[in-house]
């Protein structure tokens, strides 16, 4: 008779033999955590149905199925996997050659050549345990693929290759967020799934935990630990910050693009396929990366499809995110995967996750204008579908992350090309300081002579907000957005951004931002600027790409279609702009720049009066002249309001626009804005018999959405 003890150790051992074989998951319980049960059978990541997947690639997406299986066909007669060793490319045959493998077997069709080329690349394994530069992330994908096709000893070899990244970096096999938090690209990893700008590596190791379990490792403790890790704090702790940042990567297009662009749908799809708990549907309507699609879609401007020059982003196309696309399942998200084969080489993230059921839903249902409250973000613009349409954007947030510009209260805008810009060049914020600051921006400054900047080599006293670029301390208040209103004719936000400047020597700043719709088009912007002390002037900046023609207090400019380094644009022709200064009295305002002075200093600074040369400021966008507008009169507060009008590039007069004190404009017949010179932010705009008060003191957060 056996002993319970001896009972005991038998169902231990059976258990195991039978996670070992693939017929039985653990089923985790953590403590404080919903309980989860790793699926038994593969594949678990990514791929939610098989036999569903076989079909769609026999039907609906037969087209991009018949590329991926010519690609993998390619790398079997080839004998390898293209870019296996590169450090800065996808090896996107691994992912290739499994899927042809499962959708090939499917169907009854030869597939063991597709596994067999993987086997032969990986060999004695080292090519997935080498520190120096391996795709460790998809090489876990490609052994979930072909993990039926592996014999129990290859399992074995190949998951303790991957298991034995569990501790990278962190030493630990675990969620440590490791001189990281949960908006750090690094965190999640590059798009390139290694160990490049890489800390905790969540979605390359969740993708490993998950792939190796039950496969009889002995990294099968470690992989546990992970899993029960992410179980407890995902739903706990990541996705409430998710839902706080809402759908704008705290890093930008940029930074976001580099990684959790993509590889954040890829972790939470992994963990859907892989335990059925759906952290998509869990999120607010807001969060990320449910949002994302919505903030891709705003940010590409009508004249080239490419994403704006926000904070430290590149200027890309939406592909990225197109990448991910397939993953969330709504039908904006359908869209960006229709059109992302035309900016993507890839196509297997469509194999396996598209569902063609869901239709696709054009960025045209959309509102003109929205606001990102997690982010501060504000885009507006005349129309969808229109190459030549208006696009314009207005920040002001708080910083999330260690990449993000100190840029609060900047303004783009641009109609067949840009017309209101950042200062040109890419220069990265890590080793180019004068990039790193806030002059290449549109703000204001309050010049207090005896202010010190953090991180001021190359980058002398700018006037502008605190540089609080790789600071820690996350996250934190730098500005926001106090209202915001969309109306047909007219989208209206307000921010007040004095958090973002040092409290010596700003009591306010605030900028109210305008955009006028119809067939004459106005952006009319309102600061209102209080310095501690009357002797810190204030000035007004704006970065334009062409030079500006200046006559008394206007000015006016031509787009640069090229300035965004695109050889094929949507748009045709330029367009105008116009600048009016009203505010303040007597303006004294300055044209700088052109060549030798395209990344000039303050002017109130001695020691920056010359040309911030650098690498990369000659690179996209090119923006090689701003306008400074000074205030000469006594006293501490400034008022500066301004009028831009965007006009055709035939056009030569701008609309006749009229002062109204104490900070009003009557532009033309139709226009009549008056924004209030103290207390709360707001005011009025008259369209023509119709007046519509402009929303004040509207606090919006997620919970109002």
């Not at 989860?36 to 036999?51: I, M, N, T």
């Not at 002062?659 to 532009?667: D, E, L, R, S, T």
């Given at each position: 008779m056996t002993n319970t003890r001896d009972m005991h150790i038998s169902t231990a051992i059976l258990a195991a033999l039978l996670m070992g074989l693939g017929l039985l998951s653990p089923v985790f319980?953590?403590?404080?955590?919903?309980?989860?049960?790793?699926?038994?059978?593969?594949?678990?990541?990514?791929?939610?149905?098989?036999?569903?997947?076989?079909?769609?690639c026999s039907g609906p997406l037969a087209e991009d199925y018949r590329i991926v299986k010519e690609r993998a066909d390619a790398a079997v007669k080839r004998g390898g996997v293209e870019f296996i060793s590169n450090r800065w490319s996808i090896p996107e045959d691994l992912m290739n050659c499994g899927l042809s493998y499962l959708v090939e077997r499917e169907l009854g069709h030869e597939c063991d050549k597709y596994a067999a080329v993987i086997v032969k690349q990986w060999g004695d394994g080292k090519i997935i345990s080498n520190r120096q530069g391996s795709h460790f992330g998809y090489h876990a994908l490609a052994y979930d693929f072909i993990y039926d096709a592996l014999t129990p000893e290859q399992r074995v070899l190949y998951g303790e290759a991957l298991g034995s990244w569990l501790t990278y970096y962190t030493d630990r096999p675990e969620i440590l967020l490791k001189y990281g938090n949960w908006e750090y690209n690094q965190t999640w990893g590059p798009i390139h799934l290694n160990i490049m700008n890489c800390r905790d590596a969540l979605t390359e190791k969740l993708f490993i935990g998950l792939a190796i379990t039950g496969a009889g490792t002995r990294y099968e403790s470690d992989a546990k630990t992970f899993l029960d890790s992410w179980n407890r704090r995902v739903p706990t702790e990541c996705l409430p910050v998710f839902n706080r940042m809402g759908g704008v990567w705290s890093e930008s297009f940029g930074h976001g693009g580099y990684g959790p662009v993509t590889v954040i749908p890829y972790a939470f799809q992994a963990w859907r396929s892989a335990t059925g708990i759906d952290y998509f549907k869990a999120l607010k309507p807001w969060g990320y990366p449910v949002e994302e699609p919505r903030w891709v879609a705003y940010t590409m401007m009508p004249h080239s499809q490419r994403t704006a020059w926000i904070d430290d982003n590149d200027g890309s196309t939406p592909a990225a995110f197109s990448r991910a696309a397939p993953m969330l399942h709504d039908g904006l998200s359908q869209w960006f995967s229709d059109h992302g084969r035309e900016w993507l080489r890839e196509r297997w993230q469509r194999v396996a996750c598209y569902d063609p059921s869901i239709p696709p839903a054009a960025p045209d249902t959309l509102p003109l204008a929205y606001l990102f409250p997690g982010a501060g973000h504000v885009y507006m613009r005349s129309a969808w579908n229109d190459p030549d349409a208006t696009w314009a954007f207005f920040g002001c947030g708080p910083q999330y992350a260690g990449h993000s510009r100190d840029d609060e209260g900047h303004f783009l805008i641009c109609k067949r090309g840009s017309l209101v810009s950042r200062q040109g060049g890419q220069g990265p914020n890590d080793t180019d300081y004068y990039a790193g600051g806030s002059l290449i921006y549109n703000i204001v400054t309050i010049f207090d002579p005896a202010e010190k900047f953090r991180r001021d080599k190359g980058n002398e006293n700018d006037g502008g907000l605190l540089r609080h670029v790789y600071e820690g301390e996350f996250p934190r208040e730098r500005g926001h957005i106090v209202a915001f209103e969309n109306a047909p004719q007219y989208t209206y936000a307000a921010a007040d951004i004095t958090a973002g400047y040092n409290s010596a020597k700003a009591r306010e700043v605030t900028r109210q931002f305008l955009y006028l719709r119809g067939e004459r088009e106005f952006f009319v912007v309102f600061d209102r600027v209080e310095a501690t002390k009357p002797d810190f002037r204030r000035h007004f900046f704006v970065h334009v790409p062409t030079e500006p023609e200046v006559s008394g207090n206007q000015l006016n400019w031509l787009s640069l279609p090229e300035a965004d380094g695109d050889k094929e644009l949507l748009s045709h022709g330029r367009s105008r702009m116009f600048l009016t200064t009203l505010l303040p009295a007597n303006a004294q305002i300055v044209k700088r720049g052109g060549p030798g002075q395209e990344a000039w200093g303050h002017p109130l600074e001695p020691t920056a009066q010359y040309n911030h040369v650098a690498r990369g400021r000659n690179r996209p966008p090119i923006c090689p002249w701003r306008v400074e507008v000074g205030d000469p009169n006594p006293g501490a507060r400034t008022m500066f309001l301004h009028v831009f009008e965007i006009g055709e590039e035939s056009q030569r007069q701008p609309e006749e626009?009229?002062?109204?004190?104490?900070?009003?404009?009557?532009?033309?017949?139709?226009?009549?804005?008056?924004?209030?010179?103290?207390?709360?932010?707001g005011g009025k705009v008259a369209d023509q018999d119709l007046t519509t008060a402009v929303q004040t003191e509207m606090q919006y957060s997620a919970d109002k959405r």
């Open positions: 319980a953590v403590a404080d955590a919903p309980t989860y049960q790793v699926k038994a059978s593969h594949p678990r990541l990514l791929v939610e149905d098989v036999a569903a997947m076989a079909r769609r626009v009229q002062f109204i004190p104490p900070a009003g404009v009557q532009i033309g017949k139709r226009w009549r804005v008056q924004f209030n010179a103290t207390g709360p932010l």
